[in-house]
């Protein structure tokens, strides 16, 4: 059988002005191609659609069933398309992240793993960057979304924090201040080996704000650039480090102990979008997920 979608559209208009003039004017078309298609039609569907005299036009029994079925069809098909419209906009994309490597680690496999299952054509670019090149990437128009911590204030951008994400000391647990019963204080810290990141880390000037605030100056011993080498250190015994909690999703395991250390200092992760600039499904999934893997992660930190 060979009926078009165009000829249904005729049946339509047909049937709801009873007249082929009307239908070709409200149609665009001609007089005579309508009638034209109306004939093909019962001709392909082998039933007589209307009752024609030289005044008027009527609608048989077959005529009426016939147009609804074209209504539903018509219905149908436009949903589909747009539906289809709707996937290709949304999921076959490209999503550039920008994203502080603690993150990357501790909170972007399971968010992504989710991701993937509901947008299984979204493709995935991820900058494994520092703080302010994550904004500035963002920024420039380079990635869709940044994935830091303590945002300053900017007019140009929203940030939709996580939640808190406390500085946690790591030592071996061998350490003094591993196996003594109270929690250590930053004073304690700043006796021992301490090493740090380099200046321009966003951990770095966390952990320098907590000696301030204690009223303390603490050199690094020695200074890494990534917390991956921190840790390597502080298992090798050269040392003490501080990091936030969702940096410890890079330890090894092996020889390395984690404590609070009081008065806790807290950071704020979360998501950096351009403001007023839409947010789509596919992002909005990811911000979810992050979300969620955030509170799962945070719950060995609780108290």
Same mark, same amino acid.
């Given at each position: 059988?060979?009926?078009?979608?165009?000829?249904?559209?005729?049946?339509?208009?047909?049937?709801?002005?009873?007249?082929?003039?009307?239908?070709?004017?409200?149609?665009?078309?001609?007089?005579?191609?309508?009638?034209?298609?109306?004939?093909?039609?019962?001709?392909?569907?082998?039933?007589?659609?209307?009752?024609?005299?030289?005044?008027?036009?009527?609608?048989?029994?077959?005529?009426?069933?016939?147009?609804?079925?074209?209504?539903?069809?018509?219905?149908?098909?436009?949903?589909?398309?747009?539906? &289809?419209?709707?996937?290709? /906009?949304?999921?076959?994309?490209? =999503?550039? *992240?920008?994203? #502080? @490597?603690?993150?990357?680690?501790?909170?972007?496999?399971?968010?992504?793993?989710?991701?993937?299952?509901?947008?299984?054509?979204?493709?995935?670019?991820?900058?494994?960057?520092?703080?302010?090149?994550?904004?500035?990437?963002?920024?420039?128009?380079?990635?869709?979304?940044?994935?830091?911590?303590?945002?300053?204030?900017?007019?140009?951008?929203?940030?939709?924090?996580?939640?808190?994400?406390?500085?946690?000391?790591?030592?071996?647990?061998?350490?003094?201040?591993?196996?003594?019963?109270?929690?250590?204080?930053?004073?304690?810290?700043?006796?021992?080996?301490?090493?740090?990141?380099?200046?321009?880390?966003?951990?770095?000037?966390?952990?320098?704000?907590?000696?301030?605030?204690?009223?303390?100056?603490?050199?690094?011993?020695?200074?890494?650039?990534? &917390?991956?080498?921190?840790? /390597?250190?502080?298992?090798?015994? =050269?040392? *003490?480090?501080? #990091? @936030?909690?969702?940096?410890?999703?890079?330890?090894?395991?092996?020889?390395?102990?984690?404590?609070?250390?009081?008065?806790?200092?807290?950071?704020?992760?979360?998501?950096?979008?351009?403001?007023?600039?839409?947010?789509?499904?596919?992002?909005?999934?990811?911000?979810?997920?992050?979300?969620?893997?955030?509170?799962?992660?945070?719950?060995?930190?609780?108290?």
């Amino acid at each position: 059988m060979n009926v078009t979608l165009r000829q249904l559209e005729i049946l339509i208009a047909v049937g709801e002005t009873l007249s082929f003039s009307k239908a070709a004017d409200a149609l665009g078309v001609t007089q005579p191609s309508v009638s034209e298609s109306i004939r093909r039609l019962e001709n392909e569907l082998g039933v007589v659609l209307f009752e024609r005299t030289t005044r008027t036009l009527a609608l048989t029994e077959e005529g009426q069933k016939t147009i609804e079925v074209a209504r539903e069809m018509l219905v149908n098909f436009r949903s589909g398309i747009k539906a &289809i419209k709707l996937r290709t /906009a949304q999921y076959q994309r490209r =999503l550039v *992240i920008a994203t #502080l @490597p603690s993150i990357t680690v501790s909170l972007l496999p399971q968010a992504l793993k989710v991701l993937g299952e509901q947008f299984p054509h979204v493709q995935i670019g991820l900058h494994d960057v520092g703080h302010h090149d994550a904004v500035r990437l963002l920024v420039d128009g380079i990635v869709h979304v940044a994935l830091t911590a303590n945002l300053t204030r900017d007019d140009r951008l929203d940030f939709r924090r996580f939640g808190d994400d406390p500085v946690m000391l790591v030592c071996r647990p061998d350490h003094e201040l591993c196996r003594q019963s109270s929690t250590p204080t930053w004073e304690q810290v700043a006796k021992y080996p301490f090493i740090g990141l380099m200046k321009s880390s966003s951990v770095r000037q966390l952990t320098d704000l907590a000696f301030l605030q204690a009223d303390l100056v603490c050199t690094p011993t020695y200074e890494v650039e990534q &917390i991956p080498s921190a840790i /390597a250190l502080v298992g090798a015994g =050269l040392g *003490i480090t501080a #990091l @936030p909690a969702l940096a410890l999703a890079m330890m090894p395991g092996n020889n390395i102990a984690v404590r609070p250390i009081s008065p806790l200092l807290r950071r704020q992760p979360g998501v950096v979008l351009v403001r007023h600039r839409k947010v789509d499904p596919v992002l909005q999934t990811l911000i979810d997920q992050l979300q969620s893997a955030f509170e799962m992660h945070m719950k060995s930190f609780d108290g």
